[in-house]
């Protein structure tokens, strides 16, 4: 039977711990899938609430379900491997308890690896949502563009941001073994240098037209929890960058040059950070001047561009003092409403 014909094969993992409350949901949305040949292994990481039980109901109705459990709590990142490792379908998809597929997803981005074989990963648009999940837009139209690893690994030096969240990315298991999973040294920033790793050893594609994933946000989210604070995470993404190049640089071509411009990109962003906490009146709380040390030390070329110097005038004038409402750097800061967007639909591509 030709290929074609044959529906592609897809392992969902699903690290959990503490997620009794999200958990029926994400299964559902996995098992509820159309298009694809699919496994579903849930790796708890000794949870003391109700998920263990919920996973091994769903595991009892449905023969596509495994539960693996870990004896004692093990940690986020040797749980993520452990579920990566778990995957036996040739295209894998990491789901966070808390998230959610939306219909469809799993089919389009398998169709997208199984149509171009040089693909190491392809991704797409994810939601952000509180409270209910919100109904994903439907469209007509999907597209799906593609690029060299090496064209993503510059873009991604260019605009800084880690523009992938979880639920929108399916990986190639191929791939996934050539460079290994999630990075004990930079637990705020493992995904990021995983993907960087992955455009290494194959093209990379984003699907457009079409939401893939639902990101939950909530106050247990690792986007609250161990991934909070812009320094930090400022820092985690230099961290993840370096170690990469570290690593695999001897396979991007002048390594050298993608080394200086992330650390003048994340530079500039920590300054606009500190501008933005003048600009929203929040100087005297946020962290301005570590988001100043931080740009220095990241590359000292920041000091010669203009919002370095604006806000060296701001410093001067007092923390207490907001940014003018009229002033032209503000409103023109406000017209693209913040560094982080700007750069995202820019670079997202």
Not at 93 to 114: C, F, H, I, Q, Y
Not at 161 to 182: D, K, W
Request: glycine share 6%; with cysteine; hydrophobic share 40%.
């Amino acid at each position: 039977m030709p290929e074609s014909m044959v529906m592609p094969r897809v392992s969902v993992v699903v690290p959990c711990h503490n997620y009794e409350r999200y958990l029926d949901d994400a299964l559902g949305s996995a098992l509820g899938q159309e298009g694809v040949d699919l496994d579903v292994t849930i790796v708890d990481d000794a949870s003391t609430d109700d998920s263990p039980a919920i996973a091994r109901r769903w595991a009892e109705v449905d023969p596509r379900v495994r539960v693996v459990t870990h004896a004692t709590n093990r940690g986020h990142i040797d749980t993520f491997n452990h579920a990566l490792e778990s995957a036996t379908a040739p295209y894998v998809v990491k789901l966070d308890p808390d998230d959610l597929l939306t219909p469809g997803s799993l089919w389009r981005a398998a169709r997208a690896m199984r149509e171009n074989s040089r693909l190491a990963f392809v991704y797409g648009r994810s939601l952000y949502f509180r409270g209910d999940p919100p109904q994903a837009p439907r469209r007509r139209v999907v597209t799906t563009e593609a690029w060299t690893g090496e064209e993503w690994i510059w873009r991604r030096a260019r605009g800084g941001i880690n523009v992938i969240r979880q639920p929108e990315v399916m990986i190639r298991r191929s791939a996934l073994e050539e460079v290994g999973g999630h990075r004990p040294e930079i637990p705020e920033a493992s995904d990021y240098h995983l993907w960087l790793r992955l455009a290494t050893v194959g093209d990379i594609a984003r699907i457009g037209g079409a939401v893939q994933g639902l990101y939950r946000v909530h106050p247990q989210s690792m986007q609250h929890t161990l991934h909070a604070g812009i320094v930090r995470d400022l820092r985690a993404r230099a961290t993840a960058f370096e170690l990469f190049l570290d690593e695999r640089g001897h396979l991007v071509d002048d390594a050298a040059e993608v080394g200086r411009r992330i650390r003048l990109t994340l530079a500039r962003e920590a300054v606009f950070h500190a501008l933005d906490a003048f600009d929203g009146a929040r100087a005297s709380s946020a962290p301005v001047d570590e988001l100043r040390a931080l740009a220095v030390e990241l590359d000292r070329r920041v000091c010669r561009t203009r919002r370095w110097h604006e806000l060296e005038h701001r410093i001067a004038a007092g923390k207490e003092t907001p940014t003018p409402r009229r002033s032209p750097s503000r409103l023109a800061r406000q017209a693209h409403w913040n560094h982080h967007l700007h750069w995202m639909w820019r670079y997202q591509r």
